[in-house]
T-cell receptor, first 114, second 114 residues
Framework: DTGVSQDPRHKITKRGQNVTFRCDPISEHNRLYWYRQTLGQGPEFLTYFQNEAQLEKSRLLSDRFSAERPKGSFSTLEIQRTEQGDSAMYLC????????????FGEGSWLTVV | AQSVTQPDIHITVSEGASLELRCNYSYGATPYLFWYVQSPGQGLQLLLKYFSGDTLVQGIKGFEAEFKRSQSSFNLRKPSVHWSDAAEYFCAVGPSGGYQKVTFGIGTKLQVIP
């Protein structure tokens, strides 16, 4: 258990529907990351928060994607008007350890768009 | 830009045999290097990390990795593989001195045969 919780673990949705994923990070660190992993690929960086501020967004994050971290604690990742190409595992990560230089991942949220 | 190459997509070894998974990175300065392991449908578990100091680092589950700056490599090794080591292994690189984001390789899928 890394201390990073994600919900839901699995989501099947019809194309065109909206979905939202939640991440609860390790509490004592102010940074939070979202990654996406498709089958046969390594995780790819999506976005990064420091406290409430979203400091960086990947080009992978189209305008249908929005991430928030309203109180600098948990974060949500919403995908609007889902497409089949959005099917992937969405991973949340949080720094941990003594120096905070290592990121620890949650179990991920699997999205299947049918 | 930072990048990671894992040249072996799939490796099969016999249980009890030794293992070496290759990783080459590209980064303009001294990198932080990581190996993660992922079982099917699960998140990523940190095996080991290199920040500085001794270039041979020990991790969990009997794994070790050696940082070779001259070869831009960070290969993962284990002297005797167990059937439970079957999983996908990801090498990753991140910037030192102020954590931003980590870039992953495509992964190496390890199959262990009895």
């Amino acid at each position: 258990d890394t201390g990073v919780s994600q919900d839901p673990r699995h989501k099947i949705t019809k194309r065109g529907q909206n979905v939202t994923f939640r991440c609860d990070p390790i509490s004592e660190h102010n940074r939070l990351y979202w990654y996406r992993q498709t089958l046969g690929q390594g995780p790819e960086f999506l976005t990064y928060f420091q406290n409430e501020a979203q400091l960086e967004k990947s080009r992978l994050l189209s305008d249908r994607f929005s991430a928030e971290r309203p109180k600098g604690s948990f974060s949500t990742l919403e995908i609007q008007r889902t497409e089949q190409g959005d099917s992937a595992m969405y991973l949340c990560a949080s720094p941990g350890g003594n120096s905070g230089n290592t990121i620890y991942f949650g179990e991920g949220s699997w999205l299947t768009v049918v | 830009a930072q990048s990671v190459t894992q040249p072996d997509i799939h490796i099969t070894v016999s249980e009890g045999a030794s293992l070496e998974l290759r990783c080459n990175y590209s980064y303009g300065a001294t990198p932080y290097l990581f190996w993660y392991v992922q079982s099917p449908g699960q998140g990523l578990q940190l095996l080991l990390k290199y920040f500085s100091g001794d270039t041979l680092v020990q991790g969990i589950k009997g794994f070790e990795a050696e940082f070779k700056r001259s070869q831009s490599s960070f290969n993962l090794r284990k002297p005797s593989v167990h059937w439970s080591d079957a999983a996908e292994y990801f090498c990753a690189v991140g910037p030192s001195g102020g954590y931003q984001k980590v870039t992953f390789g495509i992964g190496t899928k390890l199959q262990v045969i009895p």
